[in-house]
């Protein structure tokens, strides 16, 4: 079995699907660990803020087939793919790690690089996995997140409940609309 790290983000319906995405997640690989959920400005695009997480799974799925499964997921949730890279989402589910693979395969690179640039990766990553090690920069997602200058994105954790489990709780008082 594969230790797998994805990261989930919605800026359409955001709680609505990212609780589907959970729950499809839990059907199809068990038992999940899951960071807080995070609330973000959207990143490469003005839009509506997104709802972001780290989800932790084991499979025995090989790193494509993996990401065919997670395809079929977003668009279960209605992905549209024919907009531009950077536009609004019902549900993007990102691999970022797959055990301390490192390279491309199946069409996925890894580890993503997404993971040292947008907080809203980072520090759900590093709550899940504060002493495991990036696989290119050998430093722990807990001193990564340490040095990473988090001035540059905002980011505040939210409200949000799966399967009448609290998974994270409003640390702020800043908290927008549920949709």
Same mark, same amino acid.
């Given at each position: 079995?594969?230790?797998?790290?994805?990261?989930?983000?919605?800026?359409?319906?955001?709680?609505?699907?990212?609780?589907?995405?959970?729950?499809?997640?839990?059907?199809?690989?068990?038992?999940?660990?899951?960071?807080?959920?995070?609330?973000?400005?959207?990143?490469?695009?003005?839009? *509506?803020?997104?709802?972001?997480?780290?989800?932790?799974?084991?499979?025995?799925?090989?790193?494509?087939? /993996?990401?065919?499964?997670?395809?079929?997921?977003?668009?279960?949730?209605?992905?549209?793919? *024919?907009?531009?890279?950077?536009?609004?989402?019902? /549900?993007?589910?990102?691999?970022?790690?797959?055990?301390?693979?490192?390279?491309?395969?199946?069409?996925?690179?890894?580890?993503?690089?997404?993971?040292?640039?947008?907080?809203?990766?980072?520090?759900?990553?590093?709550? /899940?996995?504060?002493?495991?090690?990036?696989?290119?920069?050998?430093?722990?997602?807990?001193?990564?997140?340490?040095?990473?200058? *988090?001035?540059?994105?905002?980011?505040?954790?939210?409200?949000?409940?799966?399967?009448?489990?609290?998974?994270?709780?409003?640390?702020?008082?800043?908290?927008? *609309?549920?949709?």
């Amino acid at each position: 079995m594969s230790r797998v790290y994805l990261s989930l983000g919605s800026n359409i319906d955001r709680y609505r699907h990212i609780a589907a995405a959970l729950d499809a997640l839990a059907l199809r690989f068990g038992e999940l660990t899951i960071s807080t959920v995070y609330e973000s400005e959207a990143v490469g695009f003005a839009g *509506s803020n997104f709802l972001n997480l780290v989800v932790g799974i084991e499979t025995a799925e090989s790193l494509a087939d /993996l990401s065919q499964t997670l395809k079929q997921i977003e668009d279960a949730n209605g992905r549209d793919r *024919s907009g531009p890279k950077f536009s609004p989402r019902t /549900l993007d589910i990102d691999i970022l790690t797959y055990d301390d693979f490192c390279g491309e395969a199946g069409g996925v690179q890894l580890p993503r690089d997404e993971i040292t640039k947008n907080a809203f990766v980072l520090l759900p990553l590093s709550e /899940l996995a504060p002493e495991q090690r990036h696989p290119v920069a050998q430093k722990t997602y807990r001193s990564l997140w340490q040095e990473y200058d *988090s001035a540059q994105q905002k980011l505040w954790a939210v409200s949000f409940e799966w399967r009448g489990r609290q998974i994270s709780q409003l640390n702020t008082a800043r908290q927008t *609309s549920d949709d």
